[in-house]
């Protein structure tokens, strides 16, 4: 991971900007606060859920409330349609403490153990604040991953429906010039141009580079998995982003399973005077999923044993996690050889093949899928009831990320490890660092 120390905030000495702000902490126009009910972009009521929270601007210190209920948030009438014709009935913890700061202009840092509404929580925030009448894009919300992104469209496009939220996803692979048509609308009359965009990094930037998009109208800007979006892989790209010139005006929401205090650190040099909703490392994590594992003598001892396993993967559905597209490849091939009905997904894969096998995955028609950790992050699958790790992952933080694929939203779920003694130690380390015994696996295993 990259450290900490070098600065995510540009340090461009263009105009004054949303980012170059943020460095000083200047915060020289707030997003108005309390509401003024005139205002498209302000919810009907927003005014009752404001004064239980006292009324402070954006730019004070935000007095924490827990909403038990979705009817206590002042949210339109529409989008508490869109919630309710989700099948959303009350709000999750980081949903009851997040969504009203959000509609009301605060930036938000907010951790939250994977599968318990993130996605629900800025969605719901973000698309409060736009004014479905304009023609223009008003969030952003940035993912490390397409199915990440298409999933979360799929939450806006549900939630935001009696509003007539338009969404549209934009990551690479599928020919730029089409993001290009649908944002531009040059070809459309009248036009109908998206008001959230899910995007990847690099596509987001090249969107804004070309000058497709423009900062200007984008109100609410959204890291999802912003400790991955800080790291290695995305940091310069995020960076790049930032430093395109961005208006003091835009919101910025980044929402994560983990957040390393580095990751912290940075993330809080871009938002300015953030709502805070974080845990401890310990917090996050791993409650109501059952952990094992199971010893094999030798590598190639595993593919037996997983085979062993099978018919208790299949009974729901189960993820089976590999490090490298090789092995997922590999595996996938042995499993089908003895006959077992399965499929893997990677990152390396055409497009088009991928979007195939999860929809396949979703559908219930794939029900044990091979992934490389493409899918460890985010990825909702309800009826994931296990997540078999063939390999430890690489990085001990994808191990919360990819377990947390079983167990989504308080259900049942289950992961086991096949390691060998080599393997020993890396699992004694994922044990201390989330104090969390990982039990062998019993030999009258039921799961569910
Ligand atoms: P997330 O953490 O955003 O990936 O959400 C995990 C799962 O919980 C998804 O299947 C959501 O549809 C579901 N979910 C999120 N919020 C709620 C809620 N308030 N009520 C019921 N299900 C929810």
Redesign the pocket.
């Known amino acids: 991971m990259s450290s900490a120390s070098a600065p995510i905030i540009p340090t461009h000495s263009g105009a004054p900007d949303r980012f170059a702000a943020a460095g000083g902490n200047d915060r020289s126009s707030t997003p108005p606060y309390p509401p003024n009910p005139s205002d498209p972009l302000v919810p009907k009521d927003a005014g009752a859920a404001a004064s239980d929270v006292s009324a402070p601007a954006p730019s004070t210190k935000y007095v924490m409330h827990e909403y038990k209920s979705f009817d206590d948030m002042g949210l339109h009438d529409e989008i508490l349609r869109g919630i309710y014709s989700?099948?959303?009935?009350?709000?999750?913890p980081v949903?009851e403490k997040a969504i009203v700061p959000m509609i009301a202009g605060h930036d938000l840092l907010a951790q939250?153990q994977?599968?318990?509404?993130?996605?629900?929580t800025f969605v719901i925030g973000g698309i409060s604040r736009i004014d479905h009448t304009k023609n223009e894009v008003q969030m952003v919300v940035i993912s490390p991953t397409r199915e990440l992104a298409e999933q979360t469209a799929a939450?806006a496009k549900g939630i935001g429906s009696y509003l007539g939220i338009r969404t549209h996803t934009a990551t690479g692979g599928p020919p730029v010039n089409t993001d290009i048509d649908v944002i531009s609308q040059s070809k459309m009359k009248p036009p109908h141009v998206p008001h959230v965009l899910l995007v990847t990094p690099g596509r987001f930037y090249d969107l804004l580079n070309r000058k497709v998009l423009s900062p200007n109208t984008i109100k609410v800007l959204v890291l999802d998995e912003a400790d991955q979006m800080l790291e290695a892989r995305f940091r310069e790209q995020v960076h790049c982003i930032l430093s395109l010139g961005w208006p003091a005006t835009t919101q910025v929401a980044l929402l994560s399973a983990t957040m390393t205090p580095d990751v912290v650190q940075v993330a809080k040099s871009i938002l300015r005077n953030p709502v805070e909703i974080l845990l401890e490392p310990e917090e996050v994590s791993l409650e109501g999923i059952k952990q094992w594992f199971v010893e094999v003598p030798r590598e190639d001892h595993k593919l037996d044993t997983l085979c062993d396993l099978y018919d208790h993967l299949s009974i729901q559905q189960a993820t089976i996690f590999v490090n490298t597209r090789q092995k997922a490849e590999w595996l996938a091939d042995q499993m089908k050889r003895r006959g077992f009905d399965l499929n893997y997904i990677h990152g390396d894969m055409d497009v088009g093949e991928r979007k195939f096998r999860m929809t396949e995955f979703r559908n219930g028609k794939c029900r044990v899928l091979i992934s490389t950790d493409l899918l460890a992050r985010?990825i909702?699958v309800?009826q994931i009831s296990i997540v078999i790790n063939y390999e430890l992952p690489l990085q001990r933080e994808n191990y919360i990320h990819r377990i947390g694929r079983s167990g989504?939203?308080g259900r049942k779920g289950a992961s086991i490890n096949l390691i060998t003694e080599r393997e020993r130690r890396a699992q004694e380390e994922i044990e201390t660092h989330y104090e969390k015994k990982i039990l062998p696996l019993p030999m009258d295993l039921k799961i569910y």
């Open positions: 989700f099948g959303f009935e009350k709000p999750s949903q939250a994977s599968g318990t509404g993130k996605t629900g939450v985010g909702d309800q989504r939203f």
